[in-house]
């Protein structure tokens, strides 16, 4: 039998196999179908990418012109490792039709850092171009969401969760959270210091220390309090500060001193002069932030660490938000928030967070999460409704949540809760 003949053969078989076999032609036809409609959606759901992928192209090319690139790509986004992988390839492809070739970060004229994160509406891409010790390069792409929904919490990365700490009727400017046996609170006040133990799941006062100060506090006070390692805690306040001791029972000493306040954690090493008589921060820093030795004056401060740097966020008393790496300052005036402002870095992400208060002049607050994948927040938490104005907002000692207070609008007492950052719901 010749090979025409055996094809012949093979074909009549099939069609005779396929008569006396009807379901299985069905099965099959419809196998067939499902993959060629999988391929046709898969195809459709990548064109998705093309506006963007090709815009930023295009920036990149105009940024580095022709030549050899690092690429590095970072996902933060829920976009999968495929789509991921399909953009990389994408990308790779038009940089060529511009000359620019992709090789080993040695031996790259430029490092492009890629980072895909998202808002609830939109994608956001930001690509950070280092090219010699040239001030990086920023490249920001955005694209909308497919199908998404404002109003939906369940399209929110994180989710914002408040545990209630303990009420005053009196001010209450900072509060400590001590993890162990038994879990402990310090509520820095007015007058003083307090300490409760938790006990069958109720905060029992357990011992208070008073602060003698000789000078009048303003009127708006604020006041922080710091965990040390060789003693228990330092108190600030405005032109004092007070050192405890370590050993039960526990005391403090209060004196005259302008000292700066650490800022967020004092892991990061940067502490700012408070104003003796006013509520904000003077602008002035101690060592500094980078080469930067003095900020705008200030209501409070977040820090975000980058891979070479810590970016600063500055609520202003300008109503304003200053940004400072160490080099450069930057003013976002489009920004609509509060006076008190928090980093923390939530357990689920890789990236730092920064609370913030909304800017409003109801007589309740609310409080949200941002990133910064870029120089622009990025809402990534719902709105934490909250029923009174919020007087203070601090990061907690590890930096995974931090402590607010506001003041009931239904009864006035005075409310200290702690917030945490969790991934989904």
């Not at 001791?245 to 940067?270: E, H, K, M, R, Y």
């Not at 977040?302 to 304003?320: M, S, T």
Request: net charge negative.
């Amino acid at each position: 039998m010749n090979l025409n003949n055996q094809s012949s053969h093979w074909r009549a078989t099939t069609a005779v196999y396929n008569s006396r076999n009807p379901e299985m032609l069905s099965s099959s036809r419809l196998r067939w179908l499902c993959c060629a409609l999988l391929v046709v959606c898969q195809m459709a759901f990548a064109a998705d990418w093309r506006t963007p992928e090709t815009q930023l192209a295009a920036k990149i090319a105009a940024t580095t012109g022709p030549g050899v690139i690092a690429l590095e790509i970072n996902n933060r986004s829920s976009i999968s490792s495929a789509d991921v992988e399909a953009i990389r390839r994408a990308l790779i492809s038009d940089l060529a039709t511009s000359g620019i070739r992709i090789w080993d970060p040695d031996q790259a004229a430029a490092v492009v850092k890629l980072t895909l994160s998202e808002s609830l509406q939109n994608y956001v891409w930001v690509a950070e171009i280092q090219q010699g010790t040239a001030e990086p390069s920023l490249i920001l792409i955005s694209a909308p969401r497919p199908g998404a929904a404002p109003n939906s919490q369940n399209t929110w990365p994180l989710t914002l969760h408040v545990t209630p700490l303990v009420p005053s009727p009196e001010p209450i400017l900072d509060v400590a959270v001590l993890e162990g046996s038994p879990r402990r609170v310090l509520t820095l006040g007015v007058g003083g210091v307090a300490i409760y133990d938790l006990k069958d799941n109720r905060w029992v006062q357990a011992q208070e220390l008073a602060i003698a100060h000789s000078h009048p506090f303003p009127r708006d006070l604020r006041g922080r309090i710091i965990l040390r390692a060789d003693h228990l805690f330092d108190a600030y306040l405005p032109g004092l500060v007070c050192h405890s001791t370590n050993a039960a029972p526990l005391a403090i000493t209060c004196l005259p001193s302008d000292d700066p306040w650490p800022l967020q954690t004092p892991d990061f090493g940067v502490s700012a002069f408070f104003s003796p008589a006013q509520n904000f921060f003077t602008g002035a820093l101690a060592p500094g932030i980078g080469k930067q030795k003095a900020a705008p004056q200030f209501y409070s401060a977040a820090a975000i660490p980058r891979e070479k740097y810590a970016l600063w966020i500055v609520a202003g008393i300008d109503r304003q938000l200053h940004l400072l790496d160490g080099i450069n300052q930057q003013t976002l005036g489009n920004v609509n928030w509060g006076s008190d402002i928090a980093g923390v870095h939530g357990e689920c992400r890789p990236t730092w967070q920064v609370l913030a208060t909304s800017s409003s002049d109801e007589i309740t607050d609310s409080v949200q999460a941002f990133e910064f994948p870029d120089r622009q927040p990025v809402a990534v938490s719902q709105k934490l409704e909250v029923n009174g104005r919020v007087t203070a907002l601090w990061t907690t000692q590890n930096a995974q949540s931090a402590v607010a207070v506001y003041r009931d609008a239904d009864n006035g007492n005075y409310e200290a809760v702690q917030l945490n950052l969790t991934c989904g719901q």
